[in-house]
């Protein structure tokens, strides 16, 4: 990839000190060698910033790849009629190509709206078909497949056995975890204790213990879901996830919602990640997550857009919007300011995932995941004297992201994505839709 120098951007930092500083930043390889001042390009290629303004790449915490090709099919209701009258059954009619044209469509919104990392979970089948996408594309991804082997209303194409999903989720993480030079890791993803034994948790606990890897999974999300939980394993479920030792700093749960005071006392103790899906939490009427409490306790909370059908987007600009408006109708203008906001989009990401000493900030040593804004448009006016965390969290869109490096990788140039095509993804996507709505 050789030398690499954006020259002369507003760059914001998220460093531990949140500098901002205006000048080069030097790459070598993938890597991230100097910040600030003027630097040599060596012979390497310029990139002439013109001061705009240079933040890393966003982190997201929570997202279903897989789920993309249903955007719009699963509106209007709430989570457990969403995913047995709609998600479920579109999932179980999945297929290799299916997923995999699911799979480049979330990626190309991803990179397009400045994400340059995500935290995925995909359906129980076909999973390969998703790594395959991800290695692609250049998006950096910790995925794994879904794991379900228990509950009411499983379509039988999701029904699992529970050795088999054990036994395939190792074979998955034993080819990809480490894949594209460690831009791919894996992660063990049962989907919620709704779906599945404890058999099958107490075996996931091992495993990921074994392999040093994640475990991803939905808590707290519905207080129907708590409901289900509680009369069949007799404990809410942070608790019960205690009980069997599966609360350790490798879990990380998606929306967490529904927390009462011993189960966050448990996420705090356990050092349990969080991920924010406010965009879905809202749409499904799920509820409203107390971060602000979260956060002050010294949770690691991330931000994720969850899937195309309960969002219906992609969108991490969108995510900080409503992830600081929401707390502040509960408590007051003061709560979750910008700063903040972007910390968690980046840094905070990068720590719930366990990759703080690799992303999430623009330092020397870390990784050359970049995102270039350009702010010289009406909406992000005027400039002088303001704020540039608020102009970036409270003003600009995904439309004002320009360039994205993952990995040392240009990734979109000029607002065009150069790793995908496009105009293929987009057919191949309705295309298989049609199909999918056929079988079902």
Same mark, same amino acid.
């Given at each position: 990839?050789g030398?690499?120098?954006?020259r ?24 991230i060698t100097?910040v600030g001042?003027?630097?040599e ?6 990139i ?10 966003f ?6 790849l ?20 709609r998600?479920w059954p579109?999932e179980a009619?999945?297929d ?8 480049l469509?979330g990626a190309g919104e991803l ?5 340059t990392t995500?935290?995925d979970?995909?359906?129980v ?11 692609e594309?250049?998006?950096?991804a ?5 794991m379900?082997?228990h ?8 029904m699992e056995?529970t ?11 034993e080819?990809?975890?480490g894949?594209?030079?460690g831009?791919i ?10 779906s599945?034994s ?6 996931v606990?091992d ?6 890897? !994640? /475990?991803?999974? @939905?808590?707290?999300?519905n207080?129907? *879901?708590?409901?289900l939980?509680?009369?069949? +394993? %007799?404990?809410r479920?942070?608790?019960y996830l205690?009980a069997?030792?599966l609360?350790?700093?490798? !879990? /990380?749960?998606? @929306?967490a919602?529904?927390?009462?005071e *011993?189960?966050?006392?448990?996420i705090?103790e +356990? %050092?349990v ?5 406010p965009?879905s ?9 107390d ?8 949770v690691p909370?991330g931000?994720g857009?969850?899937g ?5 987007n ?6 900080m919007?409503?992830?600081?408006f929401?707390q502040?109708?509960?408590?007051g ?6 700063r ?6 980046t840094?905070?990401g990068?720590?719930v995932?366990?990759?703080?000493d690799e992303i999430?900030?623009?330092?020397p040593g ?5 995102q ?9 006016y005027p400039?002088?004297g303001?704020?540039?965390?608020s ?6 869109t995904?439309?004002?992201v320009d360039t ?9 140039e ?13 057919r191949?996507?309705?295309r ?9």
């Open positions: 990839m030398t690499t120098v954006i002369d951007a507003l760059i914001v930092t998220m460093n531990a000190s949140d500098e901002i500083v205006r000048g080069d930043v030097k790459i070598e390889g993938n890597t100097a001042g003027r630097q390009a060596d012979g390497g290629r310029i002439e910033a013109g001061g705009r303004v240079l933040l890393p790449g982190v997201q915490t929570h997202v279903h897989c789920q993309t090709l249903f955007r719009g099919c699963a509106d209007d209701l709430e989570l457990m009629d969403w995913l047995r009258r998600i579109l009619a999945h290799e190509e299916s997923v995999y044209w699911s799979a469509l990179i397009r709206s400045g994400t995500i935290l979970m995909e359906t089948h076909h999973a390969d078909s998703a790594f395959e996408a991800i290695r594309c250049g998006i950096r910790v995925s794994g497949k879904a379900m082997d509950g009411d209303g499983v379509p039988p194409a999701l056995e050795e088999e999903s054990l036994e395939e989720s190792v074979r998955l993480l080819k990809w975890h894949a594209a030079g831009r890791r894996y992660a063990f993803s049962p989907r919620f204790v709704v599945c404890e058999a099958l948790l107490i075996q606990r495993l990921a213990e074994t392999y040093g890897v !994640l /475990v991803h999974t @939905h808590a707290a999300e207080r129907g *879901e708590i409901a939980v509680e009369a069949e +394993r %007799g404990m479920n942070v608790v205690d069997i030792g609360a350790r700093p490798n !879990l /990380v749960l998606a @929306h919602i529904w927390l009462d *011993e189960e966050k006392r448990i705090r +356990r %050092g990640k969080v991920t924010h899906c965009g939490n809202l749409k499904l009427a799920s509820g409203i997550a971060v602000p409490g979260l956060v002050d306790a010294g909370v931000f857009a969850d195309a059908p309960c969002n219906n992609l969108d991490m600009f969108q995510e919007r409503l992830a600081s929401v502040k109708v509960r408590l203008p003061t709560a979750m300011e910008a903040l906001v972007l910390r968690m989009a840094m905070g990068a720590e995932l366990g990759l703080e999430g900030s623009i330092e870390k990784r050359a995941d970049l270039l804004l350009d702010l010289e448009d009406f909406h992000v400039s002088f303001a704020d540039p965390y102009r970036i969290v409270y003003a600009a995904r439309g004002d994205v490096m993952i990995d040392g990788e240009i990734v979109m000029g607002r065009e994505v150069r790793t995908i095509d496009k105009g293929r993804v987009l191949e996507a309705d298989c839709l049609a199909r999918l709505m056929e079988r079902i």
